[in-house]
């Protein structure tokens, strides 16, 4: 099978932020899909969308088809500052603020209601971009590890709370999408069944975040499993390494800066953004789901010497037992019933 890598090419020899890697903007530009009468009314919800982070370039990038967009974010007055600068591109779609916490259902359960209300129960993609990486332990207000809580579990809550309206809105000529933000830290990811939640086990921040970032990939090729004969599909993606206020737990980020072969692999947030917005838009992936994208293609299997910031997946992020195990599990801890 011939690999879908439009940017292949410019991914080769990468030279740091602002080199020829594609951005958002020029995804939607590549895909003939600027003020697109097709994706005129289209609604897409995107999560974190506050300044500084991938979400705005993902927003930015959408609204530029002519699509209604739905930014969520903890703090509004950060996301209505987002919106006007989105709005300056004079495109007709709306860009409304819904205030969500990822880290609260209660919080998850008032936005997804506010978002239903506005949108008059449409939706035809959502990203799951939100995260948290590295935090100091803590919990959820529900009670899970901070990290699993807010980037999977917050994630799966939305998801089924907006699934009736994805389902809704799909057919058979533009499938709806789940768009899952990942990371390449899936691949040193395990998924701790026995104590999801670090009650038992001693906490580890980077253990919690590639936890989180595996259950990323394992419930979108579950959601893909589940509904795929509904015209709804996921996939997952990995934005690639872009130094944003995600970083902020970190004690020192000298050995990405500060190492020229590291640098060199690093983008602007609007390139960062470009993974995300491709797997939302493009003609070449419709009908395809349970993928995982990073540099604007579909990755291939990672060797297994691959450093962190290198590409691909790992084999266990496609276990199809274990995202069905997750799915129950996560149900069960959400208190839904599917
Ligand atoms: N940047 C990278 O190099 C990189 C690499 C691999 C994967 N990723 C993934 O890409 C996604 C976006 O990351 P980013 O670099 O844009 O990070 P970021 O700048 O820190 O943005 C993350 C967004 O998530 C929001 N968020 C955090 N906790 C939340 C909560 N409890 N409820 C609701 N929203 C919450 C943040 O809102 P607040 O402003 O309110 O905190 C912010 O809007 C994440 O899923 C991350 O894991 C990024």
């Known amino acids: 099978m011939v690999r879908i890598a439009p940017y292949a090419e410019q991914h080769?020899?990468?030279?740091?932020?602002?080199?020829?890697?594609?951005?958002?903007?020029?995804?939607?530009?590549?895909?003939?899909?600027?003020?697109?009468?097709?994706?005129?009314?289209?609604?897409?919800?995107?999560?974190?969308?506050?300044?500084?982070?991938?979400?705005?370039?993902?927003?930015?990038?959408?609204?530029?088809?002519?699509?209604?967009?739905?930014?969520?974010?903890?703090?509004?007055?950060?996301?209505?500052?987002?919106?006007?600068?989105?709005?300056?591109d004079g495109k007709p779609g709306k860009v409304e603020v819904i205030k969500i916490d990822l880290s609260s259902l209660e919080s998850i359960k008032a936005g997804a209601e506010e978002f239903l209300?506005?949108?008059?129960?449409?939706?035809?993609?959502?990203?799951?971009?939100?995260?948290?990486m590295a935090c100091p332990e803590g919990k959820t207000k529900d009670g899970f590890d901070l990290q699993l809580g807010t980037n999977h579990l917050g994630h799966f809550y939305l998801f089924h709370l907006v699934k009736d309206a994805l389902l809704a809105s799909a057919s058979p000529s533009f499938n709806s999408r789940v768009v899952s933000v990942s990371s390449a830290g899936h691949r040193p990811g395990k998924i701790n069944f026995d104590d999801l939640n670090f009650e038992r086990t001693e906490f580890n921040t980077w253990a919690a975040y590639n936890q989180s970032k595996l259950a990323n990939v394992l419930f979108a090729n579950e959601l893909d499993r589940r509904f795929q004969s509904q015209n709804l599909r996921a996939v997952t993606t990995h934005p690639g390494g872009i130094m944003t206020p995600l970083a902020r737990h970190m004690p020192s980020t000298a050995h990405i800066v500060g190492d020229p072969a590291i640098a060199k692999t690093l983008m602007t947030p609007a390139q960062g953004a470009a993974t995300a917005v491709w797997a939302a838009v493009a003609k070449e992936l419709e009908g395809k789901g349970g993928i995982y994208l990073d540099e604007v293609a579909v990755a291939e299997l990672s060797p297994p010497d691959v450093p962190f910031y290198g590409g691909g997946y790992a084999a266990h992020a496609f276990d199809p037992p274990t995202e069905k195990r997750l799915w129950e599990e996560s149900l069960k801890l959400t208190g839904l019933s599917e």
Do not use: M, Y
Not at 52 to 58: A, D, F, I, T
């Open 12 to 88: 080769k020899d990468p030279q740091g932020p602002g080199d020829a890697r594609p951005t958002a903007s020029r995804i939607i530009e590549d895909q003939g899909l600027v003020a697109s009468p097709s994706w005129t009314g289209r609604v897409v919800l995107v999560t974190g969308c506050s300044p500084g982070g991938l979400g705005p370039e993902v927003a930015r990038a959408i609204h530029l088809t002519g699509a209604d967009v739905f930014i969520t974010v903890r703090d509004v007055a950060k996301g209505k500052q987002v919106a006007e600068e989105i709005l300056a």
């Open 117 to 132: 209300r506005k949108s008059g129960n449409k939706l035809n993609v959502l990203i799951n971009n939100a995260g948290i």
